[in-house]
């Protein structure tokens, strides 16, 4: 079964940073196209960033970098000049929907003052 496992967020004040890891198991990712998704309370899961090819949201360019390793079968979002709206849980999974592995946890990040 493949489980995908985030981790890296926490509370941080507006324009700290933060990097969120995000671990596969079950399936190697290698060139597999996967993106991170975030979620705010009562608002629909929206597409943060994506790699293969490497695509950001446009509130999220020149801010967010996407990246992967592969021999850890692992992928990262790191976030810099936080804002409060990026306040929501983050995830990550396959971009195509048709090919979705079940969501993980996510982790939440907190941007406030």
């Known amino acids: 079964q493949v489980q995908l496992v985030e981790s890296g967020g926490d509370l941080v004040q507006p324009g700290g940073s933060l990097r969120l890891s995000c671990s596969v198991s079950g399936i190697q990712i290698n060139t597999f196209p996967m993106g991170w998704y975030r979620q705010a309370p009562g608002k629909q899961r929206i597409l943060v960033a994506t790699?293969?090819?490497?695509n950001y949201a446009e509130f999220a360019k020149g801010r967010f970098t996407i990246s992967r390793d592969n021999g850890k079968n692992t992928i990262y979002l790191e976030m810099n000049s936080l804002k409060p709206e990026d306040t929501a849980v983050y995830y990550c999974n396959r971009v195509l929907s048709e090919s979705r592995f079940n969501w993980g946890q996510g982790t939440q990040v907190t941007v406030s003052s």
């Open positions: 790699t293969y090819p490497t």
